[in-house]
């Protein structure tokens, strides 16, 4: 609930959809309870490494930084790339020059590991996994923008990159069809470009909420992997789906709110 009033009181105040998302994202990836930011999952060498990705919708241009390991909001990091790059996505050493260029301070990677993550990856559980964050706004000049952070899977390949920060497929935004962000099994979310088949969908005039549940269950069809997605039209319509056991979210419209973390 806290992501989702800083991010409304930007709104609010007639501030940007991008803002609003970035925002709202950061208390997100500062919550530990979630896989992006601190307490993110810890790959196969026990390092965290975060993307993450802010897409606008009124230019399409996004910003997306992948494997960074010493920034402590990298959706932070991602608006900077969108604001301030040339480029639409930056990786590892180049993601984290331009930080520093940036004036983004570093922060040490051991910081990003939180006593929890660090017990279920000497455990090798496995049973954690999935906690990605994420974000989709429309502000009152009809804007629409989202974003997405995570700290990838558990025991992940070091340098693997999932489906978050890819636009279209972790992330999408579009002024004329919707904004979306997505969750789950990024090697299947990839396979079906998610967010902008959704977005796609919204475009060709299925109803938000109808949008949703076609591409969860067209990933159900042609993958193996669990996920799900938030979505946003252009006239501030929800829709929400997923496959996996649960996944919480929260809305807020001029009339209406609701916080949901139920399984299907
Ligand atoms: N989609 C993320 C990834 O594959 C994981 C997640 O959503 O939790 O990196």
């Known amino acids: 609930m806290r992501a989702l009033d800083r991010g409304w009181d930007i709104l609010k105040g007639g501030g940007p959809a991008v803002t609003a998302c970035e925002q709202a994202i950061i208390e997100l990836e500062d919550e530990p309870i979630f896989d992006a930011g601190v307490g993110s999952h810890l790959n196969r060498e026990g390092k965290v490494q975060l993307d993450a990705i802010l897409m606008d919708g009124a230019t399409l241009k996004s910003g997306a930084v992948v494997a960074v390991e010493r920034i402590r909001n990298p959706i932070r990091l991602a608006r900077l790339v969108l604001e301030k790059s040339e480029h639409m996505l930056l990786a590892g050493y180049g993601a984290e020059q331009f930080a520093l260029e940036q004036g983004l301070e570093f922060c040490n990677p051991e910081d990003l590991i939180t006593e929890r993550e660090a ?65 789950g099994h990024g090697e299947s979310i990839m396979k079906v470009v998610l967010a902008k088949t959704a977005s796609d969908l919204v475009a060709a005039g299925k109803p938000a909420q109808a949008a949703a549940e076609a591409v969860i269950a067209l990933m159900s069809r042609r993958t193996a992997g669990r996920g799900g997605l938030i979505l946003l039209d252009r006239h501030g319509r929800v829709g929400t789906a997923f496959s996996t056991s649960n996944m919480a979210y929260a809305y807020r419209t001029a009339t ?9």
């Open 119 to 183: 017990e279920i990856w000497s455990s090798r559980s496995g049973a954690a996994n999935f906690g990605t964050v994420g974000a989709v706004a429309l502000d009152v000049n009809g804007n629409l923008a989202s974003g997405t952070s995570t700290g990838g899977t558990l025991y992940k390949y070091p340098g693997r990159v999932g489906d978050s920060a890819l636009i279209g497929c972790g992330c999408y935004a579009d002024n004329e069809s919707s904004a979306v962000s997505s969750t």
């Open 256 to 264: 209406a709110s609701g916080l949901f973390d139920i399984g299907p």
